[in-house]
């Protein structure tokens, strides 16, 4: 009897956990199902969602230019989903592609040993693992970021902390991310109790709130705006946003980190950016990455 009172016990308590995490990811797989229907709606023909979804683009543009009946996936490799113009610039430029030399650096520093004879290796016994960045640490209390993780690592073996922009932290990011895509890895992000809930949902907050003095968001342009164009380039849509970094922008003419283009959308908004590693911006990334949850990794990437 006692022995059936503890198998029950013990099967209630496994029930309970997963009916809790469940709760905590709720509403952001309801965030997530609702983006993705939002997206392929507006996509699905731009032409005839001129009125509702694109406003200020020419008939003739959205007849041209746009593709039609995009799904969820489609939108892994950003505006070139839905752009004909910009995809065949972007194909072509794939053909030999401007980031090659900068895994095979990554490769180089994923081995290359610290003074204690330790290695990135040594953190990083896995390197497919770009999918799972990042994620809430219960002791740390906080969002890890895989800039955040890097550094940590870093840190933690006295070596220097690296630029979380580019360099070397782009070009290993970019080992990871390629690594990961040849794994054939997904984004695979958790969301595992009420403090990674509250993570997520201040990264949903600062992504939706607007502030600067454009009085902007970051879903101004990449929910209400994804698609339609400013100046010369089309806007990103959420979800897919984030799968391709580390990337080559022609703009930089470098390789960056995702860090660096958050950083820099901020400062269009008219605001100052917050630090790369700070829990802000960890917690955007954090809500980024769940709306990206089940796309391919396709980074390292290249974008205009």
């Not at 009172?5 to 995490?21: D, F, G, P, Q, R």
């Not at 230019?65 to 969820?72: A, G, I, P, T, V």
């Not at 164009?229 to 022609?250: A, D, M, Y």
């Amino acid at each position: 009897m006692l022995s059936k009172i503890v198998k029950s016990t013990a099967l209630l308590a496994l029930t309970v956990c997963a009916l809790n995490a469940s709760d905590f990811t709720a509403q952001a797989e309801k965030d997530r199902i609702e983006a993705i229907k939002y997206f392929e709606a507006k996509f699905a023909d731009p032409a005839k969602n001129k009125d509702k979804f694109f406003p200020y683009t020419t008939e003739a543009e959205l007849e041209n230019d746009y593709e039609k009946n995009l799904k969820h996936h489609d939108f892994n490799i950003g505006t070139y989903a839905y752009s004909k113009d910009a995809k065949s610039q972007y194909e072509a430029i794939k053909e030999m592609p401007p980031y090659e030399d900068a895994i095979d650096e990554g490769e180089a520093l994923y081995t290359k040993k610290f003074a204690n004879g330790n290695s990135l290796a040594t953190c990083f016994p896995d390197p497919a693992v770009a999918g799972n960045y990042p994620f809430y640490d219960d002791k740390k209390k906080d969002v890890v970021s895989l800039t955040s993780a890097v550094n940590d690592c870093l840190r933690d073996n006295g070596e220097k902390e690296w630029n979380t922009k580019k360099g070397d932290m782009a070009n290993f990011q970019a080992f990871l991310a390629n690594s990961s895509k040849e794994a054939g890895k997904k984004f695979d992000i958790k969301i595992q109790n009420e403090a990674a809930q509250k993570a997520y949902e201040n990264g949903k907050e600062f992504y939706y709130t607007q502030r600067g003095y454009l009085k902007m968001s970051c879903a101004t342009c990449h929910v209400q705006g994804a698609g339609q164009r400013v100046r010369n380039e089309k806007l990103s849509t959420l979800t897919g946003q984030i799968t391709q970094f580390p990337v080559f922008r022609l703009k930089w003419d470098d390789l960056g980190t995702l860090e660096r283009r958050l950083s820099g959308c901020v400062v269009d908004q008219g605001q100052v950016a917050p630090k790369d590693e700070s829990t802000q911006m960890k917690e955007l990334i954090y809500f980024m990455a769940y709306m990206s949850n089940g796309m391919d990794i396709d980074g390292p990437d290249i974008r205009k």
